[in-house]
């Protein structure tokens, strides 16, 4: 029987100009949908897992479309609650060269953003559930969402559900103090924790030496400091770092690193020339925690996770549409993007 | 010297499927932008008038995509505002034959519906202005923007330039009670006022007796009635109402009638086939001003009005694309569609 | 608790070119899904049903997006089997004035058309079901189809679920007296009977006087005298046919009859403006089998039926995307078309 | 064997926006191809006769692209003459409603406009020819082509090989007086004209009585009367007179007049809603010479070259693109526009 | 005067989404034909010389674009057979960095695929021929369709014709073993044989040590051992082997072999980033033949036919879109892809 | 105050297949509006600079839409005047790998080509105007151009104003004997020559020994030759050459040199990934000219220009649609195109 995940967080409407438009020059937008936990829950239902989304989403045909755009994947919708006001937005241009992708984000006043305690009913969502994974754009969008997330939490833990969390620092959304106290709080009860080298001294002030994000030089020994500070401090099971060099707006290098609690994982690092990098980290996410479920070994665990993330990155859209099939053949070692007939 | 008016309100992005696709089916939307006031500007640009919308815009991309909108058709932007948080945002779905068109609004938190009096310079705005225009939406905005609207309405008087206001009530803004109550003083400083029939009864309580508007059979002498009601009570010169009768979302019949305190002017009545509805009355408006600057006879005016409003019926987008050439001819009348080459 | 309906039938990728373009003009084609039942499935769906579609669909990818294009709109798909060789296909040319739309079949091989007995288990599939529909396509895609067909319906019976049927009579895929033997069988266990003139007397060689359906011209005596025999032959509770009368390929007016064993109720009738024809009487099936489930009288049931199928036709793609709210209106009496803000 | 037709016109790129967009709104601009004589020929091609086009394009890609659209249908394009500068373009603004449609050309320094009786061997064209045809918009390129034109007809003549024209006035082209002087020299050597009641006023100065275009109103012994004129001045075994009513840009009724020197045949009227209306005249033309050389009754032919241009107004860019047997089916009474399957 | 080429194959309709959108994403579809024998035409037809392709498509539209994607390019057509029930189809998904292109190949039951030798008269289509190509896909699609091939082998030689194919393995079509001995059967009337290392291998088992597809690596020695086993086991007068390296599904490195009996040629390598690498193989066939065909000594040939299959992997579709004057300038040296004005 | 720039030349119709099709794969055409003095205004307007520009369009709509592509990006267009008979048009073919790039000129008899002296009071024009820039295209378009570019040079001279010139020969517009003459008279009177060393060569027989620019080789030595030959013999204050190697359609380095009549100022150099190449040289120029009007030092000035230019080329179409902000952000180093949030 398949595995079941809850994920927990905002699903927006992603305006995005066709190409490498930019957005002055756009007379029409692509409008697709996602969010960081949305995007896990569908990589995991493409896995064949049954992956439920849990949000709050205005009454009217823009809500309607959000809940749509996940059903058409087979996420289940059926704890997605519907009223408040509007439906966040994100606006997308994407970068070539040297001119970086750049994101507007019009959220404020959404109906996930105005969600509270009240909505959402957690000891039915996680009956017979196995897993429960957020990330820390969720509690940014308000207290009264933090609280709903730290209730979940609470729920989660007294069902024996794992827990996992993608710190997923947003500078728009809170300050480095706030997302500290908040999310220190929430991961007292977290067992897996997803960060990238900014996330984990953005929120938490744990720095590696050496590493320049901006500079693309990537320090592996600062890597495993930050993961073992992590694990340390709150007694995360697993962490998982995301390593990403980036050489311009169209080649990246990727790779990641486990930590298990005793030893260091380094997967291999793929050359990306990138179709559509948002989304990449929630597609590492959604890897990580089908490979757990499924039992992999630790390798083959960050394995397939950075498999999956890299093709993530050569598809349009938010959400990661691959089989295990296609991740499984490419950690296998298979990237030369021969023809399949 | 062309003439120099002055509108005032909100512009927002207009999200909207391709042709008569649903919400739900649309993978991409087209982004125009428009908004009642900025729609009379650029129908009055287009006719070579000295135009210029004032409004608060956003200073990210999309405020900027906002203005050059309006750049592209020669309005002067320069009394834009920059500042605020979001540019509103409305969605509009096409509706064919029985099935409506759709509109949802998304533009709670807007740049202007937070101005404030501090961002206008109204004698700085005017100076050198012929006519000043506003509609019912803008001071539905909020107390902030009401009272905005009337310190320009007491700096136009102040300057005798020429006011006109289109009463354009919307539910979702604000109840009848305070529309009438906000209207009501704003009314006092109005020259020329446009409605449609709905208007008068749902901001003042003036009605006709024997029109259902659903019911698409229009009762003339009913009109004149409310335009006389509407000039006696508030001192207008002008009043003109729009007559529109619905027989299907793609066939509308559209007249007009103007009051100009002595005598009513029935304009000729055309049948429309619809390609898009919005800005209809806003083309109106815009003929309106253009013909009552250019100084036209009654009759002259309101059959200018009514073809230019016509139409824009026959045009994509908010804006009405036509030139007084083109209004006149139809106006002329040669109504039969046969190429020009 | 949300009633469950069952459908069963074939669904195709439907090829289409963009807006009027003729075929051999396209240098892309519209590429969305559809098929008779499955039409119908996510009529139910729309309007709150739990609505099942029962099919066979290949493995590959084309499958898997037919899936998609229903679980979307929030059809259950969990009884679609996978297998066979490939997903049937229909090429679909909108016709415009006196240019009559076009459609070629490519649907010989379809896992479908191959689908056997072994394929269903009809008993797990109608668990807790409500209502049971097929179309007169089904049992055409060859005997072991109809045999699968027969099986469900001695299925549905034993378990006192309502059967319905669209007698559809297709052409290219039987002959008249094949399809009067195999669904003479069939409709011993039918309670619902949907059909235009055409059907009947294609069918079941029952034919009313004085209709000529290429002229325009409709006969209501000869309809309630095809609605009887059908029903006095076969034992319906319910008998309902649609009247078309095609004007042209733009135009067409719209209504339907019922026929309760009682009375026949003849529905207003619609003039329409078409943006898209096909999947027009689905629609009306759609609309009839929730009427019946909801216990509309007669008279609501036909206008509700009709209302539904008058919208579809404003709609592009094969399914009907409406709401009940957005049928109850029209069906109420407004078909002014009138935006709605 | 089929008949050999060669037409001899100027074939130009066609830059339209799509839909009902204005030319100041598009961004970007449909690309095909037409002109007069092109467009009789791909409608023949269409028929199954064998059609040449002749012309002059320039060597670059833009002219092979010209040249591609005739082959594509199966012109034979081996008569076109390579060389010149250009080119020549038109830019095409569909109108809708009240609005008309716009036509800019921009044709002036095209390789056709500036070719000379140097350029074509008109022994070696007409070869085993059976027709030949052109229209008034060749000569009034300039008196190089005129020179070129009544060179053709010549050789047409020696070899007893039909000759049709289209009058077809352009004042953009030529003054009536230059045209009346040229057009009179060549029509010494047609056996077939084809007008419409504005061509033959403009450029010989032959009026019906009791006729405005503008008007939409059309007088059928003025139309005899014309073409009689044209007969006997001019010695034509053939007159047709196409008549159309022009509504709005949407609808026109379109009907047309054959004189045989003996009897006036009217063809059946036809309401049609349009889709494109360019080259609604050339597939007029295109259907009459068809009719004529398949040698066919005089109503018969009027009722084919009528129906094959209704059909005409269905379809997107300036080729007819129908068969004679949907031709056949329009003429022989079914304009129901009932879904073919 | 222009050689005369005769291909013989399948053409299928080609349905991929635009840019690198999945399958499941798409909602519309880019209509193109190509197929192997097809395409070699095309690339033939663009550089001047007379070829013709021989297949058979059904009668419908669908079918009938099929000859026109041919006609537009200058392709003769007229030897093509108008009969069966479909043409065949292939899905394609577009590939980028590390995931591959995918295929989906729905042709089973096609026109093509169930012609017989009743269907072609190769002495007709032979006439005044010069070369006839066909690959090792045509005989694949059956008993029936190899037979035809064999009887054209013979017809060429018998008109000493030079016969070239191309072996084109596919494993969806036929097994290893099967191939083998009709592949053989047919290569006995061969003179010129294209490959690449898989295809000898596959069907011949004839194999080069050292190299491995996906790992990227080539072995130049083994494609010379394996050009002259394949010319000495069926006294092939030439050999060319196609020498791809497949480093990601964006970049290819790409060269060939030439054996002529007696010496070996390589061509230049050419790193290429890839728009559409379908096709590429047949670009390679049409410039060897155009090669060939013309005279050009060993190394321009190989450099020739690299260059054009160069170019074409530039270029969308499956056809090579390129002149003789851009295959030489590449060929020559210059592929700085430096802007023509 | 913002600094007042004046620019001058010719505004064309760009008309571009999407993506890379090949021009006779092109069912639409990218419409956009660009050349080099016109793309220099929008760089200028894009930085907030007063920049307006000069050029004679035709009345028409299509007129109309060049101004309008002007006006949205806030370029002063009311010195522009309308007459003549067309707008200059350009295909433009966006190459890939070694596929070049294709322009093909439609150009002769635009209403620039024939714009006189009569057409423009450049006292008027130059009324508070810091800067005046144009290129070696525009006095390329006849000797009355080049009468035109004479007089506003001598203007500009008379009222102390910066003039700047790209000397961008065009060969297809006139010879380099004819370039060279009338450039070296117009050169007198410039002060900021900006350069490739192709147009140094061809305008004025300057050379740079070691270069190839087909082999993509770059020699620093001759480049400080060659502006210091410029400098020199026209006296110019300032002298920039750009340094382009080309790797392929995709791939370029992308660098440049500024003299300033002591020392040599060469820029980091850019590896770029192509968007869109067209226009790259003029943003360069406009990036110049913001920095000589800004007062930045030497390497400031040409590590801005570069910095602009490069991000151009990830840009489509001519206009360079970056702020300064931006520019800032890569010329401080910071190429990584990290996703700005």
Redesign the interface.
Known sequence: MAKKVITFGEIMLR?AP???????????????YGGGEANVAVSLANYGMDAAFVTKVPK???G??AV??L????VDTSYMVRGG???G?Y?L?K????????????R??SSMAEATTADFNWDEIFEGADWFHFTGITPALGDNVAAVCLEACKAAKAKNITVSCDLNY???LWSKEKAGQVMGQLCEYVDVCIANEEDASDVFGIKAAGTD????KLNHDGYKDVAKQLADRFGFQKVAITLRE??????NMWAAMLYDGNDYYFSKK??????D??GGGDSFGGGLIYSCLTGFEPQQTIEFAV?AS??K?????DFN??SVD?VMK?AGG????????
Chains 1, 2, 3, 4, 5, 6 share one sequence.
């Open positions: 305006l066709e190409g490498y438009y930019r957005f002055v020059q756009a007379e029409s937008l692509g409008a697709t009217h045909e823009i309607q479309c749509n755009s059903r058409r994947y087979g006001n509007r439906l937005i606006f241009e970068g070539a060269s040297q001119r970086p992708s750049k994101v507007i984000y019009d404020a006043g947003r500078n728009k994000v901006t500079s693309g980036s050489i311009s707006a169209n080649d793929y050359p990306m020339h990138i179709v990098r948002v498999a890299c093709l990155h050569s598809i349009e859209g549409q691959v296609e490419l298979d990237g030369s993007g021969r023809v399949q007939r």
